[in-house]
């Protein structure tokens, strides 16, 4: 069946790195642009970061542009966000997130979702 | 705009029917997609495109646009159903995407 499963969450320093990886199952990853959502305790989603399925284009929030990036390698089927000078307030579970269209990202959304995996943020 | 208004919390009778809105500028241009999220699990996909449902969901969810507002039907709410509902959908400049701030669900 069709899986995202996450992984590299934890627990960080103010100012460190994380590299968060999102394993892709069931379906032909390569095709398909990919989402990374994030959601802070008790608070609502949060898009973070997209990136299209081939020759990758790439698109962030002001939240995160120029600290986060997002890649992937489609021999691994795997989707990653790198996270440098991580601040308090990127404390959230971060989901990544597969997009409806093919050669995407498109207009309909993401219907699948990983389980998340929990970055922490704390002195 | 670069923002989606959702009402805080919404609630309905059991058995009866419920819309939830969703507002800002982009959806004159994007459609609208709208997530289910129950506590402690991630979002599940419920409605896309013009009014369209993935495999699974049931047909008493459907969704409508007009203007800058979208909405989320649900025609007899089911116990089921209560969680937090999330509108998603491009930015006006189509280079970000945006969520609305949710809307909790009281299933009475």
């Known amino acids: 069946q069709v899986q995202l499963v996450e992984s590299g969450g934890g627990v960080v320093q103010p100012g460190g790195s994380l590299r968060l990886s999102c394993a892709a199952s069931g379906f032909t990853f390569s095709s398909f642009a990919m989402h990374w959502v994030r959601q802070a305790p008790g608070k609502g989603l949060e898009w973070v970061a997209a990136i299209s399925s081939e020759t990758p284009k790439k698109y962030y929030a002001d939240s995160v542009n120029g600290r986060f990036t997002i890649f992937r390698d489609n021999s691994k089927d795997t989707l990653y966000l790198q996270m440098n000078s991580l601040r308090v307030e990127d404390t959230a579970v971060f989901y990544c997130a597969k997009d409806v269209e093919s050669s995407g990202p498109g207009n309909y959304g993401m219907n699948v979702w990983g389980q998340g995996t929990t970055v922490t943020v704390s002195s | 705009s670069s923002e989606l208004t959702q009402d805080p919390a919404v609630s309905v009778a059991l058995g009866q029917t419920v819309r939830i809105t969703c507002q800002g500028d982009s959806l004159r241009t994007f459609y609208a997609s709208w997530y289910q999220q129950k506590p402690g699990q991630a979002p599940l996909f419920v409605i896309y495109?013009?009014?369209n449902r993935p495999s699974g969901i049931p047909d008493r969810f459907s969704g409508s646009t007009s203007g800058n507002t979208a909405s989320l039907t649900i025609t007899g709410a089911q116990a089921e159903d209560e969680a937090d509902y999330y509108c998603?959908?491009?930015?006006?400049?189509?280079?970000?995407?945006?969520f609305g701030g949710g809307t909790k669900l009281t299933v009475l």
């Open positions: 495109g013009e009014n």
């Open positions: 998603n959908s491009r930015d006006s400049s189509g280079n970000h995407w945006l």
